[in-house]
Every structure is written in structure tokens, then in C-alpha cells.
């Protein structure tokens, strides 16, 4: 099996961890936010694990809960109107949701580290992009003003913005794009944290920009061997980059696999539909794979399986059953590294 | 001042230097009666309906306050020609800031063109006015990119589509008004019934089909789509793509499609026209411009897209450009890709190259040749499909 030896390629996890404890790992997290409607479920019972150096990509459309999981485990959700009603965030092994504000302060920025998506209204338009890089070493670190404008150089440079020097007293609104999201970038990479969350940090750029961007992502990762959690809806990016995927869907994780073998075989109906409804070339002229239908209302999702009303496979059990994430085998039995399908019809929706 | 006379001389050059836009048979209407009834004319499939050419828009930059001083222009648009026929969609592909939005516009007529000229069937639009441009306007329509502020949230779905009836009482008496709407809604698969409905009570894909039934309500002959799909969620682009389709056959129109995403726009169009800077680069069949690409742009741009396959990552050549988009302010001298082309000679920053079949496959059947505006163009499969 050649596919599974190119998923062993994955780097092993950063020597001196707490033995063979994740990176990051998220149990059962339930997220909902209270409002005059009534309680939207934004997450319902998330798993998943990050090692050091390994790249998952979080695949989903908006309102599937893909976000609000990154911010749950930033520490910087509304709350209220949201709510972690259970659940547990482990980093290195312990559990953020019970820690203080002033210890979760100690990890947000120095240990994990998030990149926005859109880096002109995450950026603040009256400080200039020095100072605001300058912050996290004055924080973090308590160097003085003026340290911390030639560490901010120093990033500028590694993110290879040109003339770093003389652009560091510059403002957001003075730079393009691209440049902007490098400038988060560094801003993530500052105190070189372990683990980068990027929410959709391409997606404002044009193409041949969201290129350059995400080489200098994946070059620094190397380099650091940070995880990194890659959240986006775009089919393209994760192939170039992910190690592993966990697809969502209003809130649940429906899908997880590594790269190679989601594209190659999908094991749950919405997956399939998502890989099928990308145009190609053979389909000139005819008409596209679509989902039928709607993503489901957060305020009263679906019974049973939630994708179930847009699903052509749907049966009576999957109107009443919640399926679980199944650990998907090969059609002998042999069990399928990494690999889930929360689908009661996996076995059919992956063997055909 | 001087780089601004060398662009004007650039702009002054005859319309036949694009050998492959068809000649224009010009209309001269002495009456408003007679432009009005050409306009109404009907074209036949496979004709030229829209040619454009040489078309301009600088938008001025300013200077002072009471006494304003125009220090120089934001060439948004530099010099366009392209034809549109009858029944086929024509995508445009560009980064943004390339002036892609802004020749939407002005084939609206919703800007003024600084020069240049567009005909609808043998009529130079940017000069009517009156009762024969307010025909042109029913005939072309627009499809806007983001559905969230496109659409008036103190109106009923009802009042938007119904809204170009108001302006063009002609197409639907005031007692049929409701009934054209519920057809209209049929039409794009929403349910009639939700005719009183306002937009927020719609998801995003149901309200881009709002947008296209406003497009449809004064039975157009072209329509113009700038970006219909980039606001919505992956899954729903395919129902809308599937849609936008269906509604070409069905009342035989032609689209203008404006967009980034590659796939979508090679899905839908019959030709491509690929837009740097104020200048078509390339234009040609969708199989022209993907597998045989020969400007050195729509190469970088094509190796640039992500592909949904994992297989193919090692395997691909990337083109990854340095740096971004020069100002449309002040672009560079000669080709305006010179800065960030990596085959650029001193002849790139001296002459501006032509939109034209390049000299070394002219009058060869090979799918190179076509219009590309690069001084050493040469092919190159960076798709590999």
C-alpha cells in the first residue's frame, strides 16, 4: 500500500514533547451561542489531534463551525453570547478550558499563535505595523521600545518584505495585500509559537499572491516545526499543503483522512459531493455535480444526520440516528490509518 | 508628461491591429426612432452582438481643494478590444485591480469612457443617449458579485425584481407585473410563494438567484456577470453555475463573466480573455488560453492555482511571481508585466507589445496561435491536463 508509506512521511513530533503527548488535542468540543432565537449549536463534540510539524487542514463551508473551533481553543470567543457547555482543549496534555485567564495569556501568542483572514480589519489602521509587530516582544517578553522595533525589522525581513527598514514606521493601510497578510504572519510567528491556527489566510488574496503566501507558510513551518491548523473551503489549497483533513459539517467532524486518500476515496456522501461539484475538464459543457439544498440552520439542525436532508444516500435511520465517526477498513477488514467516516453508509459510500 | 503622451499615442492606434476582432458594420442612425429600432433588431447566432474597441477609462487624481489640479490618472482601463458573439459566454480572468470590474461597468454605461468605443449591434453606445441608450441599458443587464449588499433589505423580493418594470413599463403592464415576478422566481427555482419575502430571509445562493431573476426581468440579450459565484459557499457554486447555464439556453443569451476562480470560469466560457493592468493579455478559446497559453502571465497564473489533488503536488511546475500588481497609476513603460516577467529584455521596457497573433505561429493551425500580447511569446503547458 503505497498511499499509507506517503502518509508515514509526516515529520515525527518534536523530540522532548511530553512523551508522545499531541501537540494539541481537541475531545469532544461542544460550542453554542444563546440567543434571542433560541441556542445555536456552532459545534457539536469536535475531535481532533495536532502533532508538532504536521499541517491539518480544517475543511468546511461557513456556519459548519470550523472558525468558532479555532477561536474556542484561542481563548478569544465571545462568551457570552458563547458557551463551551463540555469539552476539553488538551495542550501538551493539559486542558486549557480550566486554566486562568492569566495562565491562557501565557500560551495565546507565545505558544499558539493565529493568523485572520482578512489582515486590513485585523490589523489596527492608526498604529504603524512596526509597533504592532513590537508588541508581542514588549508583552511577552518586556524588551524596550526600541528592541522591539529591530525585532520587528528582523521579522519583517524573514517574512521577505523588501525594504523592512524603512517600511517598519509604515502604516496597514500603506502596504498591498499580500503584504498585509505577511505582516500577520510574522506578527504569528514572533515569539516562534508551536502551533499556528490560519483561518482562511488566503482567501482575501489573488491567486498568484495566495501562491507566495503560502510557500513562506510552509517554509517557516518547516523550519520552526510548528503544527498547523489550516482552516479553509477551498479544495485546491489543502491538496497542496495538508497532511491530514478533517472535514465539518454543521458543527461535526463528518470526515477525517489523510490528504492522499480523502481525494483518492472519500468515505461520506458530503465529501464525495464537495470533490464532485469542482468542474473538470471531461465535464466541459455538461452540466456540474451540485449539492442539492441548503447548509442547515445552526438554530434547529437536521435529526440524525445532519447532512441527511441533502444527501442522496439518506435512509430512514439516518433521519433518526446520529451516526458516529466510524473507523473506516478496507473492504477485508484491514483498518485504515487516521481515517473516519460519520456516515452510517461509509462501507458503500467508499467501496462503492 | 511624457510617459503620459506615449500611452495616448498607444491608445490612438487603429482598432485593425487586432486582427481577429471582426470589423464593425456601423450603424448611423439620424433618429432617435431609428436607434431605438436597430437596437431592437435581432442578431443571429454566431454574430458579433457587442464589440468593443480600444475602450478607456482613466480615472483622474486630484489635487487641492477649491481649485482642483489633475496630477495624473489611475489607468483602470487602457486600451481594451475584444468581441462579444451572440449566444456564447466570454470569461475575463484577472487579478484583482486589473480593470476587469470597471470594463463591466462601462459596457453598463454605468461609467463614462475617457475613449475608446463599444458597439451593440453597430451602435456606439458610449455616445447615445436619451431614449435609445435607455433601450441599450433594458438589453444588457447586470449580475453583481456579492448578493448581501447588491440587494435593497427595505424592499420585498417582489418590489427588486419588480423594480425594472417601473423604469421599462413597456416590457410588463402594471396589473401583470406580480405574475411576471412569481415566473421569474420559478424560473431561477425559487418558490413563488415567496414573493413578500424580504432578503435577509434568504441564504446567500437563494439570494444570487434574486440577482439573476432582476438580471432576467427585462429579457436581455446579454448580461454581465461580475463575479456571481466568488460570495458563495462551494457548495452552492455549482447550483448557481448550473443555473446561469440553463438560463443561456433557455432564453439564448450571452454572459460576459467576470471572475478569479479559474475552474469555474474555463467550465462556462467558450472564450477567455486573461486582463493585467488595464490590458487584455491573451485572449482565445477556453483551450487555447488553458493548455496551449502562450504569454507569459496567464502561465504564472494558471501554474498558480491550487489543484484539488494531492498526486499532483510534487509533480507540478509552479510559476510563483515576486512582488504585486504595479499602480495602475503610474504602470511600468512598454509591457506592463515587464517587473515581474521572468523572460523580460530590454525590448520589453522600450515597446509596448500588441494584442496580436505572434509572429511565429501566424498562419499555423496550432492551438498557439492566438492573441497574446507578449514580445517572445512562446507556448507552454503548465496545466498538464
Redesign the interface.
Known sequence: MTTIEKTDSVPAPRAGGKGGTPLLQVRDLHVEFHTRDGVAKAVNGVNYTVNAGETLAVLG??GSGKSVTAQAIMGILDMPPGKIPQGEILFHGEDMLKMSGEQRRKIRGRKIAMIFQDALSSLNPVLSVGYQLGEMFRVHQGLSKKEAKLKAIELMDRVRIPAAKDRVSDYPHQF????RQRIMIAMALALEPELIIADEPTTAL???????V??LLAELQREYNMGLILIT????????V?DKIAVMYAGRIVETAP??EL?KRPAHPYTR???D???R?D??GQ??????G??PNLLKIPTGCAFNPRCPKAQDICRTDVPALHTVTEQDGAELPGRGSACHFWKETIHG | MAELKKDDKAVDQPADATPNTTEVEKVDAATAEEAVAAIEAPVERGEPILQVRNLVKHFPLTQGILFKKQVGAVKAVDGVSFDLYQGETLGIVG??GCGKSTVAKLLMTLERATAGEVFYKGQDITKLSGRALKAVRRNIQMVFQDPYTSLNPRMTVGDIIGEPFEIHPEVAPKGDRRRKVQDLLDVVGLNPEYINRYPHQF?G??RQRIGIARGLALNPEIIICDEPVSAL???????V??LM??LQDEFNLSYIFIA?D???V??ISDRVGVMYLGKMAEIGT?SEIYDHPTHPYTQ??LS??????????DRRE?I???G??PSPANPPSGCRFRTRCWKAQPKCAEEMPLLAVPERFKGSDSPAAHESACHFAEEKDVVH?
Open positions: 463551508e461557513s498591498s495585500g499580500g503584504m489573488d491567486v498568484t499572491v495566495q501562491a507566495q503560502m510557500d473551503h477551498d479544495l485546491g489549497v489543502v491538496a497542496d495538508a490528504v492522499h481525494y459531493g464537495l470533490l461539484s469542482i468542474p475538464l465535464q466541459k452540466e456540474l455535480f451540485a449539492i442539492k441548503l447548509p | 487579478e484583482s441564504s445562493g437563494q459557499d462551494v457548495s452552492v457554486q455549482a447550483q453555475v448550473n447555464e440553463k478569479h479559474l475552474s469555474i474555463r467550465h477556453d504564472a497564473l498558480a492555482v491550487p489543484v484539488p489533488d494531492p498526486d499532483a503536488r509552479r510563483i511571481l515576486t504585486d500588481v491536463a
